[in-house]
T-cell receptor, first 111, second 114 residues
Framework: QKEVEQNSGPLSVPEGAIASLNCTYS??????FFWYRQYSGKSPELIMS????GDKEDGRFTAQLNKASQYVSLLIRDSQPSDSATYLC???????????FGTGTQLKVEL | DTEVTQTPKHLVMGMTNKKSLKCEQH?????MYWYKQKAKKPPELMFV???????INESVPSRFSPECPNSSLLNLHLHALQPEDSALYLC?????????????FGQGTRLTVV
C-alpha cells in the first residue's frame, strides 16, 4: 500500500463548477496535511494546509480532513481555467519532517 | 516573503563532471529538503536537514552528496551521474516546528545528464 494515494485523473470539470480532489494516507500518526498546485514545468506551490479534523476554507478552496478515515480532500469552488494543473496531496509521515507526496491529480477546467 | 532561491535554473553535465546545485532561503526556516522529480511523477524525497544536521537520507546513491553550510544554505554536490538522473531537482524549506510544518519550494534546477 502506498503511503499517500490519489486518483491520477485527469479530472475534467466545466468552468464555474466545483472540483473535488481526494487523498488517502496510510500512516495513522500523521498530523499535518497539505495541498500543492503544480503547473506544468513549474515547482509545487502550497495552497492549503490542514492539521485538525473538519473543514478549512481559504477563498475558493476548502480542505477537509478526517483522521479516523485517513482521508483528506480539496474542494475548489467556481473553478476557473487557470485552476488547470496537477494537485499534489502531501502528508508528514514518520512523525517528523518527512513530507510524502501522492501521485497527484491532474485537473482540467473546461470553458 | 516566502522565497526559496535555487541556482542554476538549468544545468547540462557530462557523466564525468562534478557540479553543484545551490539553494538559499532567508525565511529563518530550520529544515531544508532536496527532492527529485521526474516527468509526470510526484516529488521524491532525497534528503532532509534539520537545524543544519542531516536527519533523513532516503537511501540516495553516493553520487549525490548534500551539504548544509549554514541555516540559510543547502547544496547538492553531483559527481559521476547517469543519464537516468536527469530530472527537476527541487529544494524546499520549512519552519520545522515539530510534528510537520508546511514546506515552500524553490523554482527548481532542471538537470540533464549527457
Amino acid at each position: 500500500q502506498k503511503e499517500v494515494e490519489q486518483n491520477s485523473g485527469p479530472l475534467s470539470v466545466p468552468e464555474g463548477a466545483i472540483a473535488s480532489l481526494n487523498c488517502t494516507y496510510s500512516d495513522r500518526v500523521s498530523q499535518s496535511f497539505f495541498w500543492y498546485r503544480q503547473y506544468s514545468g513549474k515547482s509545487p506551490e502550497l495552497i492549503m494546509s490542514i492539521y485538525s479534523n473538519g473543514d478549512k476554507e481559504d477563498g475558493r478552496f476548502t480542505a477537509q480532513l478526517n483522521k479516523a478515515s485517513q482521508y483528506v480532500s480539496l474542494l475548489i469552488r467556481d473553478s476557473q481555467p487557470s485552476d488547470s494543473a496537477t494537485y499534489l496531496c502531501a502528508v508528514n509521515t514518520g512523525g517528523g519532517n518527512k513530507l510524502t507526496f501522492g501521485t497527484g491529480t491532474q485537473l482540467k477546467v473546461e470553458l | 516573503d516566502t522565497e526559496v532561491t535555487q541556482t542554476p535554473k538549468h544545468l547540462v553535465m557530462g557523466m564525468t563532471n562534478k557540479k553543484s546545485l545551490k539553494c538559499e532561503q532567508h525565511m529563518g526556516h530550520r529544515a531544508m529538503y532536496w527532492y527529485k522529480q521526474k516527468a509526470k511523477k510526484p516529488p521524491e524525497l532525497m534528503f532532509v536537514y534539520s537545524y543544519e544536521k542531516l536527519s533523513i537520507n532516503e537511501s540516495v546513491p553516493s553520487r549525490f552528496s548534500p551539504e548544509c553550510p549554514n541555516s540559510s544554505l543547502l547544496n547538492l554536490h553531483l559527481h559521476a551521474l547517469q543519464p537516468e538522473d536527469s530530472a527537476l531537482y527541487l529544494c524546499a524549506s520549512s519552519p520545522d516546528r515539530g510534528g510537520g510544518t508546511e514546506a515552500f519550494f524553490g523554482q527548481g534546477t532542471r538537470l540533464t545528464v549527457v
